[in-house]
C-alpha cells in the first residue's frame, strides 16, 4: 500500500491533509521520516505520525516444517489434525502455506505470512524446482523418463506440464524434480505410465533441502541463509 492512503485512512484524514503531514516530514516508517506520499508500506514497517503508531509492525515469518504423513496441508480442516496445529506460536493464525502437500505426502512445507515472498515462490514464472522422492506400486516403464521430460497434458487445467525430470533410483523408486505444482501432479503423471503412488516425500525446494535433523512433525524458523537458497 501506498503511504498516503495508509495515512488517508488513519483516523478519516483523507488523502490531501495526508499529503500535507506526509511532506512536513511528520511520518516515520520504520524510524525514518519519509517525505514520499508514494512510499510503498507493507505489514510489516512499523508506521509513525508525530509521536502515534499509525501501523505496528507485524512479525514476518518464514518458517520449514517436517511434514509427517496424515496431516493437512490447510489452515483449517474440520476432520484432520492441519500443519498449523503443529506450529507451537503466538502468531501461527496468520500463517499459510508455500506449496501444499497431499495428506498421505511428506517432507519439507514452507509456512509464511508474508503473501509478497510466498508468491514470488509459486508464480509459476517463477519456476523454483522441487524435489520429490517417490515409491510406486509397478516397475516404472521405461519410456516414462521421456514422457515426463516431454510434458503431459492435465484437464481440467487444459495445460502441457513443464518439462519434470525422473531419475530413476530401483525399478519401483525415483526422484522427480518438478518446477511447478499442479494439483497431485506426481500422482497424475504416475498414474499416466500406469504405476500408483505410495510414497512421496518432498526432499527439497530450490536450493533449500529438508534438515536431517528436522524430524517428522518438527518446524523452526529459517535463517536468512536458507531463505536465499530458496
Ligand atoms: N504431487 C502430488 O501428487 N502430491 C504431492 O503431495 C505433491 C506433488
Not at 137 to 148: G, K, S
Amino acid at each position: 500500500m501506498k503511504l498516503d492512503r495508509l495515512i488517508a485512512k488513519h483516523g478519516f484524514l483523507g488523502r490531501a491533509e495526508a499529503h500535507r503531514r506526509i511532506t512536513a516530514g511528520r511520518v516515520r516508517v520504520d524510524g525514518r521520516v519519509v517525505m514520499d506520499n508514494q512510499h510503498e508500506v507493507d505489514r510489516f514497517m512499523q508506521v509513525e505520525m508525530d509521536e502515534e503508531i499509525v501501523q505496528q509492525a507485524r512479525r514476518a515469518l518464514y518458517l520449514m516444517l517436517h511434514k509427517p504423513a496424515g496431516v493437512v496441508s490447510a489452515t483449517r480442516d474440520a476432520e484432520h489434525v492441519t500443519v498449523i496445529d503443529l506450529i507451537h506460536d503466538p502468531d501461527r493464525g496468520s500463517l499459510h502455506i508455500a506449496g501444499r502437500l497431499d495428506r498421505a505426502s511428506t517432507g519439507l512445507l514452507l509456512l509464511t505470512n508474508d503473501g509478497r515472498w510466498s508468491k514470488r515462490l509459486m508464480d509459476a514464472g517463477s519456476k523454483v524446482p522441487k524435489t520429490y522422492l517417490v515409491e510406486v506400486d509397478a516397475d516404472i516403464p521405461p519410456d516414462a523418463v521421456e514422457r515426463f521430460a516431454a510434458g503431459m497434458e492435465f484437464q481440467p487445467e487444459g495445460i502441457i506440464t513443464l518439462p519434470a525430470e525422473l531419475i530413476l533410483l530401483s525399478p519401483r523408486q525415483a526422484r522427480v524434480v518438478l518446477h511447478e505444482g499442479r494439483h497431485h501432479q506426481i500422482k497424475r503423471m504416475f498414474g499416466r505410465v500406469g504405476c500408483l503412488v505410495t510414497s512421496l516425500h518432498r526432499e527439497s525446494i530450490g536450493g533449500l533441502s529438508l534438515p536431517d535433523d528436522l524430524a517428522p512433525g518438527m518446524w523452526r524458523a529459517l535463517t536468512t541463509a536458507e531463505m536465499a537458497q530458496v
